[in-house]
């Protein structure tokens, strides 16, 4: 017997117990987005090394510690994403669908960052990426961060998040804050963490949302960013709050927050909650407005938001919000006796599914006695057992069991799906 191959240290597999959940989880983020006139788009998971490094920063953990990149047979680099928004710029400029137009985009899938694996955190994680391209106002903005208070109340998590916001200017702005900050932090640079030490010289605005004590001492006294924000985009992001405020959606100023990717300018966001210790981001983005001339298209404007679904299932099952229609349940099994009525039973099935009630119905398969076989209905958790036997194919009824009382009751087939139904809905 060979030795068993496991999974990859920080891939999971998500097993039928769990997979409910996540379609639960999808299948609302649809209906939301679909209701704002978002549109899915699907992308591949490998890409040109180049484009994320162009996209996201080399200077990013993401590209200098992070990514699978490696050379394929004809010896060009390849990365598996690590990130969706640069995918969908590529993919959507490619097919022509920027310049000169407004679009609504949406997608779901896997990422791949190669990082120690934690709760909330994995080296293949999934997230649900929303975009929107050719709109330089604040009310797009707006508008995204409206979606997803309607999704965190459909969800049920709307009490458990909070809203932080930031506006980080235009390019210029930024980096006359850059020079500032460095100046400063370089006098104290022996009292911060390493990688703080490290970005001093690569991406210096991440320090801002170092976690390490000793650093956050000495950033007490550095410049703001807020005093070297240009006027255009305080202009915007006043309008932001104002229109945040008259939806009733709460938020909270954070200085701090910069987001970890180059291509942010402008307004930025986060979602966090307190629920998951560290890991206490669950949605995040802002506007990128030169990323897609950046990747060689023409100027484009542009704001989106990432959210990782492993971190949201973890906070539905922690808060207990997932409700029972939302977990794999079987409403009805069917059990048979002799080869009429296993012919019987596959008719009664089908019956049931046409009915068109969406009624989950599990026909048992694989023989046995009538021991075994309710037994197996017993443990599948339905509400109803059918039972069929020789003499109710005679007579043209069905038993049914109700597995939560132990009644049971003889049915004409042509009475059957009524029955149910004044049963299961009742």
């Not at 310049?99 to 080296?123: A, D, H, I, S």
């Not at 390019?171 to 030490?197: N, P």
């Not at 985009?233 to 939806?247: G, P, V």
Request: hydrophobic content about 40%; glycine content about 8%; aromatic content about 8%.
């Amino acid at each position: 017997m060979g030795r068993k191959v496991q999974a990859i240290r920080g891939m999971n597999d998500i097993l039928p117990g769990q997979s409910s959940v996540w379609q639960y989880l999808e299948k609302t983020v649809t209906e939301v987005v679909s209701g704002y006139g978002y549109q899915q788009i699907r992308f591949p998971i490998v890409e040109h090394t180049e484009l994320f490094k162009r996209g996201v920063g080399e200077t990013t953990d993401i590209v200098e510690k992070e990514m699978y990149t490696f050379d394929d047979r004809n010896g060009e680099s390849l990365t598996l994403r690590p990130e969706g928004t640069a995918s969908c710029v590529r993919a959507a400029d490619q097919a022509g669908l920027l310049f000169n137009q407004t679009q609504r985009l949406w997608y779901v899938g896997p990422m791949f960052r190669y990082e120690r694996p934690q709760k909330g955190r994995y080296r293949q994680f999934h997230q649900i990426g929303v975009e929107s391209f050719g709109m330089a106002t604040p009310d797009i903005d707006a508008e995204l961060i409206i979606l997803t208070a309607r999704l965190w109340k459909k969800l049920g998590l709307l009490e458990h998040v909070e809203l932080q916001l930031n506006t980080i200017g235009v390019a210029a702005a930024r980096e006359a804050f850059k020079a500032a900050l460095v100046e400063y932090l370089t006098e104290f640079k022996d009292q911060l963490d390493e990688d703080s030490q490290r970005r001093l010289t690569t991406n210096p605005l991440r320090i801002l949302d170092s976690k390490d004590e000793a650093t956050q001492k000495v950033l007490a006294n550095a410049p703001s960013l807020a005093d070297y924000i240009d006027e255009e985009s305080r202009e915007h992001f006043e309008r932001l709050q104002a229109i945040l405020k008259a939806n009733d959606v709460p938020f909270v100023i954070n200085r701090k927050l910069v987001r970890g990717l180059d291509y942010y300018g402008k307004t930025v966001f986060e979602w966090v909650t307190s629920h998951l210790g560290a890991q206490a981001t669950v949605c995040a983005g802002g506007r990128y407005d030169g990323l897609v001339e950046q990747l060689g298209g023409r100027a484009t404007p542009a704001v989106g938001f990432a959210m990782g679904v492993e971190r949201l299932v973890l906070l539905l099952e922690t808060l207990e919000l997932i409700p029972s229609e939302a977990k794999d349940t079987t409403d009805i099994f069917v059990v048979s006796f002799g080869n009429e009525a296993e012919l019987q039973s596959f008719v009664v099935a089908e019956a049931l599914r046409n009915a068109g009630q969406g009624w989950t119905v599990l026909r048992h398969c694989g023989g046995g006695n009538f021991k075994n076989q309710m037994k197996k209905a017993d443990k599948s958790g339905a509400r109803f057992t059918l039972i069929l036997g020789e003499s109710e194919v005679a007579e043209g009824v069905v038993q049914v069991k109700d597995m939560q009382t132990g009644e049971q009751t003889s049915c004409a087939n042509d009475a059957l799906v009524a029955s149910l139904l004044e049963k299961l809905n009742g």
